[in-house]
């Protein structure tokens, strides 16, 4: 019985040892288990220091490289959004100044053309005495200036 006993002790000692050999590698790959403890002030993170294990740490410093790459991509993207607003900004001055630019030859060709009904109605009225004096529909003038404005 002592035989079986001591042989049974052997066992449990290559058992224990091996359960002991099993509890560390777990340890040192998953840490121990800190559940709310984290979330204190000031012993939190000490804890996270001392009992976090390789999977844990090594999941924090993917978090940080995942994070220093979105940062660099949302850098990036910040700055080509920020070109494309220059571009669309220059194109928009570009056409407004196009715009404003007709708009003045508009203007100076709408002055001219009143000038012109202004001399066609002056020369109509020294003439008016004449009843059957025969006139073009539109003056020379007025025609002239119509004729460069295209309409």
């Not at 494309?84 to 100076?108: S, V, W």
Request: glycine share 10%.
């Amino acid at each position: 019985m002592l035989t079986l006993v001591g042989g049974l002790r052997g066992l449990a000692s290559a058992l224990g040892g091996a359960a002991l050999a099993a509890a560390i590698s777990i340890l040192v790959y998953e840490g121990l288990p800190l559940g709310p403890l984290r979330l204190v002030p000031l012993l939190g993170p000490v804890l996270e220091i001392v009992a976090d294990g390789r999977v844990d740490r090594v999941r924090r410093e993917g978090a940080v490289a995942e994070r220093r790459a979105w940062e660099e991509t949302r850098r990036r993207m910040l700055a080509e959004m920020a070109e494309e607003r220059r571009k669309a900004q220059g194109a928009i001055a570009t056409a407004e100044r196009a715009y404003l630019e007709k708009r003045d030859r508009d203007a100076e060709t709408i002055r001219s053309l009143e000038a012109a009904i202004s001399e066609q109605e002056k020369a109509d009225a020294e003439a008016g005495g004449d009843a059957c004096v025969m006139r073009s529909f539109i003056g020379r003038g007025l025609r002239d200036r119509l004729d460069q404005v295209g309409r």
